[in-house]
């Protein structure tokens, strides 16, 4: 598969991965869509095997953990599937072609992806191995920090080497760890017929609530560092659907309906363009 193939079928996994960040992405410029379309879908393939409801978590644990060294020294695609032979007919697409994600991403912003991606692989690796039983909020904040904390942190290196924007760090993390909790608030149903509950001990969903809106605060305070009209644009976006599905869930609702996701964006590209 040639060059504009290979991006045009990585755009094709993401939409269908994803549409919420599908929006945002399409809608970065070629340099920032391919980085950022890459990252997406590479992080989106570990995270399908953390995820993995079928798969035993010992056999998860060192999937995630090869996949890890695999990234760190190179990463080998004959080896990688390989590792996922025993396994590749109860995977989805986007796993069985982290190779491809990682072929689309621009040459001078390959590295970040793949050492980020890495990192991720072997946190995720770390909470599979405790079963994701968190217990103080220390815990929370580690968890949220490997699978959406650090998103915002690679996110924002993308930025600077792009075109110079400075952002702090700690509020990327913050950005992350908000679209996660307003995710686990959403999920907690789910989650619990799983056995997994993503509150410290002693903690209410209410206490939930709120960690999802301290974070969001911080993202608020991100936003702010931005002057890049096409980065601003990708940003707002999945803020501005974690608010309103954070209000959707406070008011009792499951989540955002579809044509209410529409209009938000429709306002953030008439505020933004």
């Not at 110079?164 to 509020?171: A, H, I, M, N, Y």
């Not at 501005?240 to 953030?268: C, F, H, P, Q, W």
Request: glycine letters at 6%; a negative charge; one cysteine or more.
């Amino acid at each position: 598969m040639n060059e504009a193939a290979l991006q045009k079928d990585a755009m094709r996994v993401l939409k269908e991965t994803s549409r919420t960040f599908y929006i945002p992405i399409k809608l970065l410029n070629s340099t920032l869509r391919k980085t950022v379309g890459s990252a997406y879908l590479c992080l989106r393939a570990i995270d399908e095997i953390e995820d993995h409801e079928q798969l035993d978590p010992v056999k998860k644990t060192a999937l995630l953990r090869a996949t890890a060294d695999l990234l760190r020294n190179g990463f080998n695609q004959e080896e990688y599937a390989a590792l996922l032979k025993p396994v590749e007919g109860q995977l989805p697409e986007v796993t069985l072609r982290l190779a491809d994600w990682l072929a689309v991403c621009p040459s001078e912003l390959y590295e970040n992806v793949r050492n980020v991606t890495a990192i991720m692989a072997d946190g995720m690796a770390k909470w599979v191995e405790k079963d994701f039983q968190i217990e103080t909020k220390e815990d929370l904040d580690e968890y949220t920090y490997y699978v959406a904390g650090l998103v915002g942190v690679m996110l924002s290196d993308i930025w600077e080497q792009y075109n110079g924007t400075k952002t702090d760090r700690e509020l990327a993390i913050g950005y992350g760890r908000g679209l996660q909790a307003v995710n686990m608030l959403r999920n907690q149903d789910e989650d619990a017929e799983r056995g997994v509950r993503f509150l410290p001990e002693g903690w209410t969903r209410d206490d939930l609530f709120g960690y999802a809106r301290e974070n969001l605060d911080m993202a608020d305070d991100y936003m702010k560092q931005i002057e890049t009209k096409n980065i601003t644009l990708f940003c707002k976006i999945p803020l501005a659907l974690a608010k309103k599905t954070l209000s959707a869930l406070e008011k009792g609702e499951e989540k955002m309906k579809r044509d209410e996701v529409n209009a938000t964006v429709d306002e953030i590209l008439k505020e933004t363009t």
